[in-house]
């Protein structure tokens, strides 16, 4: 109720009253603090920790340097790279999750929250499970609970990323998304050097059922937010909605592929999309197996390459997107994906050193930069390929399709090592190599498409 001692309410003036230069400055300041003050945010930078926990238990360092010590062979550990399938593969399921009631006894809870008060205590449950498994004894077990966790995880992120777009509007979306990122980089630590600097005082089993109690911090998120209105045109009745599941398929998948194929060179993006990462993806599969042999341990790893190497690859980030910035995405992707792949080079050369936990700092230090500014580019490109028309859904598909050949390549790290008899300094040398192909793809795309003419095909693609 507006004050009856406001200017301009006793002569019935209807001009504004005149402001100060103080309180034009301090206006946009106290609408930030009362943005950041809001329970939502708070919401989501509880769902962003819950979102991240999964990660390193079952797709990650933890499960990795588990696997490790259990005595289990390199192919056996370079498969665990295809438990992360889930994440690449989460858009087929996600209209079922839009399209579908939760169970009856969480409806009072809504769609979206009912879900996750659905999924989140099973993927406590399952992260609590594979902590109970012997990898030793039985890895197909240890690998059958991690592939439940990675499910549940990637079904918690859908419901996530709808909840977090639907709760804010349109003004609001940075600041959410910023709280989630927060979330979920605070997550990743916890997780994962958390559960790595735990197994020795309480074993594997309690580090695993610490990890599934961290799930906690998302479920009472969930107990304390809000549900979000249901969306025009999104209205569901029962297990039927009001746009046919053909229709959304459609929608979701078909339609923003064919768009996508009406453009020039759209085989060889493709391609450079899915092998720009691949010599990273083989190198890091392997990378917990590699520490080990050359004596590090479990709590180095944790500082080195968990804490520090987090830091170091957002920091990274920040330096790619000040370059992209500086020199435009074209440039930036040469300059950055050149430093990606000598970055593996600092595998050699600590290969050559052994345990020298300075040059393990120095290696994990340059290959998370590099990465994080490498990665910043190519966000920027990624994003600048999508059409309007599709954003969200093309967005997705694309960066699954960076990821599919990754986990498939990175699978297969382990069998190169083992039964090539490669030593690691030569293995390294390889995933060097193996940055070339989407170098060479890149070069000629871009001489051919620059990245101002391909951002203008997918605004305005032939029809």
């Known amino acids: 109720m507006r004050d009856s001692a406001a200017p301009g309410a006793a002569t019935g003036d209807s001009r504004p009253a005149p402001t100060s230069p103080a309180a034009a400055v301090a206006a946009p300041r106290q609408a930030r603090w009362r943005l950041l003050a809001d329970r939502r945010f708070l919401v989501l930078l509880a769902l962003g920790f819950s979102a991240g926990v999964p990660l390193p238990l079952v797709a990650g360092t933890v499960l990795r340097q588990w696997f490790t010590e259990a005595g289990l062979s390199l192919t056996e550990i370079g498969l665990t790279a295809l438990i992360g399938w889930s994440y690449s593969f989460k858009f087929v399921w996600s209209p079922l999750l839009d399209e579908v009631r939760p169970p009856s006894f969480l409806a009072r809870l809504g769609r979206r929250r009912g879900w996750l008060a659905l999924i989140q205590p099973a993927l406590a449950a399952a992260i609590l499970a594979t902590g ?8 197909l077990a240890t690998a059958a609970c ?82 979000p209105a249901i969306p025009a045109g999104g209205v569901v009745t029962g297990a039927t909605a009001t746009i046919s599941w053909r229709a959304r398929l459609s929608a979701a998948v078909i339609e923003p592929f064919a768009d996508f194929m009406r453009r020039p060179y759209w085989l060889a993006i493709l391609l450079f999309v899915g092998l ?7 190198a890091g599969t392997m990378t917990i197996p590699f520490y080990r042999q050359l004596g590090f341990t479990r709590e180095e790893v944790a500082a080195v390459g968990s804490v520090f190497g987090l830091f170091a690859l957002l920091g990274g980030a920040l330096a790619g997107g000040w370059v992209v910035a500086r020199i435009g995405i074209g440039r930036a992707l040469v ?41 910043a580019a190519f966000v920027a490109y990624l994003s600048g390929l999508t059409n309007r028309a599709f954003t969200a859904t093309q967005y997705a598909l694309l960066s699954s399709l ?26 390294f040398l390889i995933t060097t190599a193996a940055a070339l192909p989407a170098m060479a793809i890149m070069l000629w795309l871009l001489t051919r498409l620059p990245v101002a003419e391909a951002t203008r095909a997918c605004r305005h693609p032939s029809r």
């Not at 998304?177 to 997550?187: D, E, P, Q």
């Not at 906690?216 to 549900?227: D, I, K, Q």
């Not at 960076?402 to 293995?427: C, K, N, Q, Y």
Request: glycine share 12%; hydrophobic share 55%.
């Open 276 to 282: 720009y990462k691949l010599g990273e993806a083989m």
């Open 132 to 139: 109970l498994t012997d990898p030793a004894a039985a890895p």
């Open 402 to 427: 960076a990821t599919i050949p990754l986990r498939t390549a990175g699978a297969a790290s382990g069998w190169m090592v083992e039964r090539l008899g490669l030593a690691w300094a030569d293995f």
């Open 335 to 375: 300059l950055t994906g050149l430093g990606q792949m000598l970055s593996n080079l600092m595998y050699v050369a600590l290969a050559h050193a052994g345990h020298d936990v300075a040059m393990l700092w120095a290696q994990v230090g340059v290959e998370n930069f590099t990465d994080g500014m490498a990665d």
């Open 146 to 227: 991690a592939v439940a966790v990675a499910f549940l995880s990637a079904s918690q992120d859908i419901v996530v990323d709808a909840y977090r777009i639907e709760i804010l509007e349109e003004r609001e979306q940075g600041y959410g998304l910023a709280c989630y990122i927060w979330g979920y980089r605070g997550a990743l630590l916890a997780s994962g050097a958390g559960t790595l600097l735990l197994v020795a005082q309480i074993g594997w089993a309690g580090a695993y059922a610490y990890a599934a109690a961290l799930i906690g911090v998302g479920f009472l998120a969930v107990l304390m937010g809000r549900e």
